[in-house]
């Protein structure tokens, strides 16, 4: 029937831009703090189809009900209805969501949407890269170590994503051991990090599988997990993660927690046992163990712990955003397999997929002790150049992702040519490391030629320190992978990560892990 009423609409109102709003609970007569335990289930499975039938449709969602579940005290107490200050904050919850729709569709007005044509993206000028701030040219690896680099990632610090805080006496607990995982192919275990100097951070839950067939010690592949390790992990006995997630009537992500039908959600994304099966560890952890990824989602999360003033701490330009904080988790995940005998840490890469592919990046940039960095469909505020007006540019991604950056970033939006830096910079901050830039063909939105030619401008740095980067000139042809130190492709399909792409990452691991030996 919801169907039904949405294809009515649609064609009766063709223009419209529809917002579904979830229906909010009915409490306890007279105890407005409780939900009615026989008629409020209904309601909320009821949303949860509403909001499967919405996402079908490309309808957005404003979710009162959840906005609501932890401001229960605002209802009326009639069961129905909600206090003045109950209404007062639905309410602009509604007014943000419109306004937001407003707002892009005067942007596709405007013509000022995603540009998808090459021919509208115009000569670049990108920062320079080998000019230090004093004038100097770099022309010496010693000199780029010395002199330029800190230089690049204290201006990354300063306007994109915000300087990282000095945090000592991380403790790590071994929770569990699983020695017979995947059928005896590999040991898991469970750590459990922790800052004894503030307890009131949960913590993270890192997940570690070693192949027990190989020789120790094992190379690793580290990143952080969108949906928890119970859904990077097809294995049943993974501890179902009780934190905030983003609400997925596909991915069975129910009120924002994750249920037990949620489990495996990201094992495509993973591919465990053909990774193990190679010879490599795998080192994960849920991101939104650190931040939860929305807006207000840094109060409930490590920077809201750190912050000066809690919760109500403002954010200055400078201060760190969430790439930040899920960078900080990968090096504290790194500082644990410091303890691990049977991991290899010449040997440690660092990856990640679209915004985690940026934090991957961030996290290769500040931390040299990632031997390799991978960064697969990173797009904007990632691999590819802001100063490309293609897919999403600088301006969509701060309006609808501000929490990801420090605030100085935002001032771009309008006028990205006045940043100074490029994404050039970033892939060159790696230097003399490895780093595999991955993107899809059909992923335009996170601009694939602006990735490549992100590593083709910071080829210079590398030629620095005698190593090759791209090697061609132009982007390769689909399923063509290309370059040394600096390396590329443009896989077919969609925004994801493929076993084809764990093929290519798994083999230029390799590929360097053998030069250590040369």
């Not at 991101?287 to 939860?292: F, I, S, T």
């Amino acid at each position: 029937m919801l169907r039904a009423y949405v294809k009515t609409l649609r064609d009766n109102a063709a223009h419209a831009r529809l917002i579904w709003a979830s229906t909010t609970q009915i409490t306890v007569q007279d105890k407005p703090v409780e939900v009615d335990p026989e008629n409020n289930p209904t309601i909320a499975e009821r949303n949860v189809i509403a909001a499967r039938v919405m996402q079908e449709n490309g309808i957005a969602v404003d979710d009162l009900y959840t906005l609501m579940s932890d401001k229960l005290e605002l209802a009326k107490g009639d069961k129905f209805h909600w206090s003045p200050k109950g209404v007062a904050v639905q309410a602009d919850a509604v007014a943000a969501m419109i306004g937001d729709t407003l707002w892009k569709i005067a942007k596709l007005a405007d013509g000022q949407g995603a540009n998808y044509d090459e021919a509208k993206v115009g000569t670049l000028e990108l920062p320079a890269l080998l000019t230090a701030a004093d004038g100097s040219v770099i022309a010496t690896s010693k000199d780029w170590t010395a002199k330029r680099r800190p230089e690049v990632l204290e201006l990354y610090r300063e306007h994109v994503y915000g300087r990282t805080p000095e945090v000592s006496k991380t403790k790590f607990v071994v929770t569990a051991i699983q020695p017979a995982a995947f059928g005896g192919l590999a040991t898991r275990k469970l750590i459990h990090v922790t800052l004894p100097d503030y307890p009131q951070w949960q913590g993270m839950d890192v997940m570690l599988y070693v192949p027990n067939a190989a020789p120790k010690p094992v190379p690793v592949f580290c990143g952080l997990n969108f949906d928890g390790n119970h859904a990077a992990s097809p294995e049943s006995d993974v501890p179902l993660s009780t934190r905030w997630m983003r609400e997925s009537a596909v991915k069975n992500i129910v009120d924002h927690r994750a249920t037990e039908a949620s489990r495996g959600n990201e094992r495509h994304y993973w591919q465990l046992e053909m990774v193990l099966k190679r010879g490599h560890a795998v080192a994960t952890a849920y991101y939104g163990d650190l931040e939860p990824d929305h807006r207000d989602g840094w109060k409930d999360g490590l920077r809201a712990v750190l912050g000066k003033d809690g919760a109500n701490t403002v954010w200055k330009d400078g201060d760190w955003g969430a790439i930040g904080v899920w960078s900080w988790g990968l090096s504290r995940m790194l500082d644990y397999l410091e303890t691990e005998s049977d991991i290899d840490l010449r040997k440690a890469a660092v990856l990640g997929h679209s915004r985690l592919g940026k934090t991957a990046l961030w996290s290769g940039a500040q931390d040299p002790r990632w031997a390799l960095v991978i960064a697969n469909n990173s797009g904007e505020g990632g691999g590819a150049l802001m100063r490309r007006d293609f897919g999403e540019t600088t301006e969509i991604i701060t309006r609808g992702y501000p929490h990801w950056f420090t605030p100085k970033y935002k001032s771009y939006a309008k006028n990205a040519a006045a940043c100074p830096v490029d994404q050039h910079m970033l892939v060159a901050l790696m230097a003399p490391r490895p780093i595999y830039l991955a993107t899809a063909a059909e992923d335009l939105w996170s601009d694939p030629r602006g990735e490549f030619f992100s590593g083709k401008n910071a080829e210079p740095v590398y030629a620095l320190f005698g190593k090759s980067g791209l090697g061609v000139m132009e982007q390769p042809a689909i399923d063509q992978p290309c370059g040394d130190f600096i390396r590329y492709h443009i896989r077919a399909g969609k925004h994801t990560v493929s076993d084809w792409d764990w093929e290519q990452f798994m083999t230029f691991a390799e590929r360097h892990h053998a030069k250590l030996s040369q």
